[in-house]
């Protein structure tokens, strides 16, 4: 594949205004599927299932198999409308989008039209640079998931080069709400960070709503996003590409700006942009042609007629409204009280969009301080070394209780790390990870003192230095000790038996 011409990034913003759009897809984790009763994999509890296994016949569309909505995907569907500042349909509709693909059994897909449920709102969104949007919301409709298809042969795992391809429908009818912005302005070159802001709201909004298990990597919350360019003084809207399913916050930031600046060169030259999907390659971090798709594709759309309308009573929906937890700003705000985080500290957590990780870990036992540091530090780092979020990466739970084995003197920091590498790596939970890898610090003095005399016998001369007051030449000593014990002691300690050691006795 020819790599693509780009332009300067602050170049493409002189000579272009960059619009984009974002669709936000999310999994919701109720127990049933949309219009089944079978169990959901978007729900953890199913997460892990043999193909095909979570199926019955209205999945595979068998002849005769008929819809029945699921109340609870219902109401999550207009707790989340109502979350993201939209009015609720007093009635809303089904209605069949027809399209043939090997994972959507039925030929069509059951999801909402011109009747949204849920439509006409808005977010607040603060980036990493303090400034802060209102992110127009156009509607939030419910729909129901395809399956997926694994490409089997290939070296890309996609159909071209493949040998054959495998069918798995457990995620058939998966509940989802989709969510879509009107054309967000203003962005300019926060344009990039302003999308994965977003999707990290959103995010947020449907973690404290608890109706998804927003893992990104597992393809509970995909972004699809828009972008087109204007050039500068001109009203009109710039076509618009469409690049799909980029799967982690990082990503949605990189594929944005590299639409931009593909675009920019292509605009520059005279040539014109092509409406169309793309795909995000995560490895290269660029974007290649998928489909082309224009305004009109004809769907064939109609209301489905084995469903009824959605009509939600207003008592629901007020009740629904009430139970609605606090807005992301406003517990933003809570948060920073409760843990009493200078401004910078707090900036540096909400920043990371770990917010939620650390709120967590805090509520599973560590102190905000330890939690904070956890995650904006060394699982960050990982993260980022391994090009995957951190939100995914270990859970809250696993921190807190790796912050309270190195609170109790069972770990250092450094074997904390080792333990935390273990915890990612599949191992287990700290506590397994420390017994099975035999990480934890020799905190016994007796083993501690035996390895001190044998070190100051072995150095003699810094025995002398320590005992004629250079204090810092301990230093020899204790790294001898360190070494001794595979560093799984705790040098503090070691120092301050060093000490008494040396000036005692007993060496
Ligand atoms: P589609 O069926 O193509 O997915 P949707 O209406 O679901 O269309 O979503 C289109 C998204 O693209 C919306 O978020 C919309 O605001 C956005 N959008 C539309 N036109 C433009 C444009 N010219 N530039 C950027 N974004 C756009
Ligand atoms: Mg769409």
């Avoid at 953890?44 to 995907?73: D, K, R, W, Y």
């Avoid at 127009?136 to 419910?142: G, S």
């Avoid at 469903?307 to 629904?320: D, M, Q, R, S, Y």
């Avoid at 000593?477 to 005692?504: F, P, Q, Y």
Wanted: hydrophobic letters at 40%.
């Amino acid at each position: 594949m020819a790599r693509a011409e780009l332009m300067d990034f602050d170049q493409a913003l002189e000579l272009f205004e960059p619009v984009i759009g974002l669709e936000v897809h999310v999994e919701l984790n109720t127990k049933t599927k949309m219009f089944s009763a079978a169990p959901n994999p978007a729900n953890s509890e199913f997460h892990v299932a043999e193909p095909n296994t979570l199926i019955t016949p209205v999945c595979l569309g068998l002849p005769g198999s008929l819809p029945v909505v699921n109340g609870q995907a219902v109401q999550y569907s207009i707790s989340l409308g109502l979350a993201l500042g939209c009015s609720i349909a007093p009635s809303s509709r089904f209605a069949r989008k027809n399209y043939f693909y090997p994972d959507l059994a039925k030929n069509y897909q059951i999801s909402q039209y011109d009747e949204p449920i849920a439509f006409d709102g808005s977010v607040e969104v603060e980036l990493e640079n303090g400034r802060t949007f209102t992110v127009p919301i156009e509607r939030a409709h419910m729909e129901e998931d395809a399956g997926k298809l694994t490409h089997v042969g290939g070296s890309t795992g996609r159909i071209q080069g493949a040998e054959y391809s495998l069918v798995d429908y457990n995620r058939a009818g998966v509940p989802l709400v989709e969510i879509v912005t009107r054309p967000i302005f203003g962005g300019e070159a926060d344009a990039p960070a302003l999308a994965r802001a977003y999707v990290s709201t959103i995010r947020d909004i449907v973690l404290s709503l608890g109706i998804s298990e927003a893992r990104m990597e597992r393809g509970n919350l995909r972004c699809d996003a828009n972008v087109s360019l204007r050039p500068r003084g001109q009203e009109k809207l710039g076509t618009r590409t469409e690049t799909k399913n980029v799967n982690s916050m990082r990503s949605v930031e990189r594929a944005v700006r590299y639409e931009i600046q593909r675009q920019a060169a292509i605009l520059a030259k005279g040539a014109t942009i092509t409406q169309e999907t793309r795909h995000w390659h995560e490895d290269t971090g660029t974007t290649s042609a998928g489909r082309p798709k224009s305004d009109a594709d004809d769907y064939r759309y109609f209301p489905e007629p084995d469903l009824l309308p959605v009509v939600p009573t207003p008592e629901l929906i007020e009740k629904l409204r009430a139970a609605l937890p606090e807005p992301p700003a406003v517990r933003r705000r809570r948060l920073k009280g409760e843990w009493g985080f200078t401004d910078l500290e707090f900036q540096d957590v909400a920043n990371s969009g770990l917010l939620i990780e650390v709120a967590e870990t805090v509520a599973a036992g560590a102190s905000p301080a330890a939690a904070r540091k956890w995650w904006t530090g060394e699982i960050a780092r990982l993260a980022n070394a391994s090009d995957q979020d951190a939100t995914g990466l270990v859970s809250p739970v696993h921190v807190a209780e790796l912050a309270q084995l190195v609170d109790a003197g069972t770990l250092t920091d450094r074997l904390a790390r080792q333990v935390l590498e273990g915890v990612i790596a599949g191992e287990g939970s700290p506590a397994q990870v420390v017994e099975s890898r035999g990480l934890a610090v020799v905190s016994d003095d007796g083993a501690l003192i035996a390895a001190i005399d044998d070190a100051l016998a072995a150095q003699p001369d810094v025995l002398a230095k320590i005992r004629d007051g250079k204090v810092q030449a301990a230093g020899a000593v204790i790294g001898a000790v360190m070494k001794a014990m595979h560093g799984k002691a705790d040098a503090a300690r070691v120092r301050e038996l060093v000490l008494e050691r040396a000036s005692g006795d007993g060496a």
